[in-house]
């Protein structure tokens, strides 16, 4: 009778019957659970279960440098000052003295020179700002391969995609605050991307500048941006995103005992807390050396910003550098219409393609799930040669991104490799149409070819290396068996039908015609998982006919 009483959910004692506290802080436990109710959300969500596989660390990184980010961000609020006023330096780094600057740039070298630790701070922070959008990008990229946005986490998907784009741009905000001859000339090429923007560009760059580049208000309102309201929206998303991944539960890979309905791995508290922890020290450390010992955005060494300047090899980070690709490589090609010039070198890439390629990740979900029609829900993730088709997809959108890479530094691959200008940037005009889809080919292939691999495996088993000789003289290698897991993990993935399409006539023989939609996903779908995209899976009959000692060795 007491125990069942003592589960009651929700239930209080009564105050005769409740134990008293034992020392001070439990009472102040006691009084704080009465009113937030931690201990029953703690109890709920503590002893939850969590898979363990090295590619989850990746999403762990992400949080971790957000972190960072957060702690040095705040550190160098206390230093920095967001003005464009403009002042003579008299500091301690001398080949500055006397050259007039704003006091964003004047600032940023007392920090880096004058503050104790302040280098330290601006390298570990921007060096977490390269290694977050980093670690999202390729923690992004491991979600893709393994279907893990699958029903239920379209959602997620989507969070995690705009936690990636706002950290994109709130790095670009970030490194243009210094006010430094490099930051200049980015916000410069930014004022041209919006300018060429019909009808609102103008409108966009008066919010911004708050006037006429290079205006008196870039930084104090990049400053805003950068450390309020990007980062607000993205802790949000980042608590959503987490939330999500708990109610969801996490995704895992197959093997004997996983299933959809179940997680096998390690509970929340204590085990996962403390490699959490001590994983986090880690970053942190790997970071702070990297900090400590590789400089990056000398800002000292480009000097203020002059419109009238522009800084040798000037390269945007990494992140961006795609973006400078696409404007690079476009012809320069321009519209007059009613007395207006459309910049078509400008517009096309930033507000077509730039747009269209990052719409088509966010939605692709949605895409994917529409063209299977399966609403079931997936907690089993796929391994990325079972899915040949997104696979390909992934690698040749890969492959497109580091094409424009190469195209945003095409004078630094001109000068540094004695090419010629014009070479390179033809080679990335084909590139960017040739490439991609010469990589979607032989992905796909490649993974077909690990596919028809892991069936002969299923079948004949693993090489074993020892030679026998038949009683007619022939000499074969012997096989072994896969164990059960081994064989499990290998067959275990689902094969997806591809979508038909309806009859042509109903039942009573009436022509029934197919709209544009559904054929177009039934060939879409027959492009996914048709005849050509996946090797059927050795069946049970096939398995035990060969191993019963017909044939096999």
């Known amino acids: 009778m007491s125990s069942a009483s003592s589960t009651t959910s929700g ?16 009472a102040a436990a006691d009084w704080t659970d009465g009113r937030l109710g931690i201990y029953s959300l703690a109890k709920a969500n503590l002893r939850k279960i969590f898979p363990d596989h090295w590619s989850f660390m990746l999403g762990e990184i992400c949080l971790y440098t957000f972190i960072i980010i957060i702690m040095t961000g705040v550190y160098l609020t206390l230093f920095f000052k967001p003005s464009m006023g403009e002042v003579i330096y008299d500091g301690s780094y001398v080949p500055l003295k006397g050259i007039q600057m704003s006091e964003a740039y004047a600032s940023t070298v007392d ?32 979600v893709f391969f393994t279907g893990a946005f699958r029903k239920p986490r379209e959602i997620n998907w989507v969070f995690g995609f705009l936690l990636l784009v706002l950290g994109m741009f709130d790095g670009f905000f970030g490194y243009s605050l210094p006010d430094d001859l490099l930051s200049g000339t980015g916000i410069r090429f930014m004022e041209g991307a919006v300018l060429a923007t019909p009808l609102i560009g103008t409108y ?17 309102r990049f400053f805003t941006i950068h450390v309020l309201l990007i980062p607000g929206i993205m802790l949000g998303l980042l608590v959503a995103h987490l939330i999500l991944v708990f109610y969801h539960k996490h995704t895992q890979w197959a093997g004997p005992g996983k299933t959809e309905k179940n997680v096998v791995g390690m509970p929340l ?14 970053v942190f450390g790997l970071i702070a050396a990297v900090s400590a010992i590789a400089s990056i955005n000398p800002i000292w060494a480009y000097g203020p910003y002059r419109p009238d300047q522009v800084s040798t090899d000037a390269q945007p980070d990494w992140y961006m550098g795609f973006s400078e690709g696409l404007i690079r490589v476009m012809p320069g090609w321009e519209i007059g219409l009613w007395g207006h010039t459309l910049n078509l070198g400008v517009f096309i890439p930033l507000m077509v393609v730039f747009p269209l390629v990052l719409v088509s990740i966010a939605v692709y979900p949605f895409i994917e799930g529409w063209i299977t029609g399966d609403k079931r829900e997936h907690h089993i993730l796929d391994r990325p040669r079972n899915a040949p088709v997104r696979t390909a997809l992934g690698a040749a959108w890969i492959s497109l991104y580091l094409v424009l890479l190469v195209a945003g530094g095409n004078d630094l691959f001109a000068t540094h490799l004695h090419l010629s200008l014009n070479d390179v940037t033809y080679f990335v005009r084909v590139g960017f149409f040739v490439v991609p889809v010469l990589t979607f080919i032989v992905t796909k292939r490649w993974c077909l070819g690990l596919q028809r691999r892991d069936k002969e495996k299923v079948l004949h088993g693993r090489e074993t290396g020892v030679i026998k000789r038949l009683p007619h003289g022939e000499f074969v290698e012997v096989h072994a068996q896969l164990p059960q897991t081994d064989l499990y993990k290998l067959t275990a993935h689902e094969q997806i039908k591809p979508v038909e399409l309806p009859a042509q006539t109903d039942e009573n023989g009436v022509a029934r015609k197919a709209g544009v939609l559904t054929r177009t996903r039934a060939k879409l779908s027959r492009g996914f998982y048709g005849e050509g995209s996946q090797i059927p899976k050795p069946t049970s009959e096939e398995h035990h006919e060969i191993t019963s000692g017909h044939g096999h060795h």
């Open 11 to 26: 239930a209080a004692k009564p105050a005769s019957t409740r134990a008293k506290p034992a020392n001070k802080w439990e």
């Open 111 to 142: 920090i880096s020179f004058e503050v104790r630790g302040g280098l330290l701070i601006r390298q570990i922070h921007h060096w977490a700002a390269l290694v977050f959008v980093a670690a999202m990008l390729v923690h992004m990229m491991r």
């Open 204 to 220: 966009i760059q008066m919010f911004l500048f708050g006037g006429e580049f290079p205006g008196h208000d870039i930084v104090p």
């Open 269 to 282: 508290m204590p085990v996962y807390m403390a490699k959490a922890g001590g994983f986090f020290f880690l």
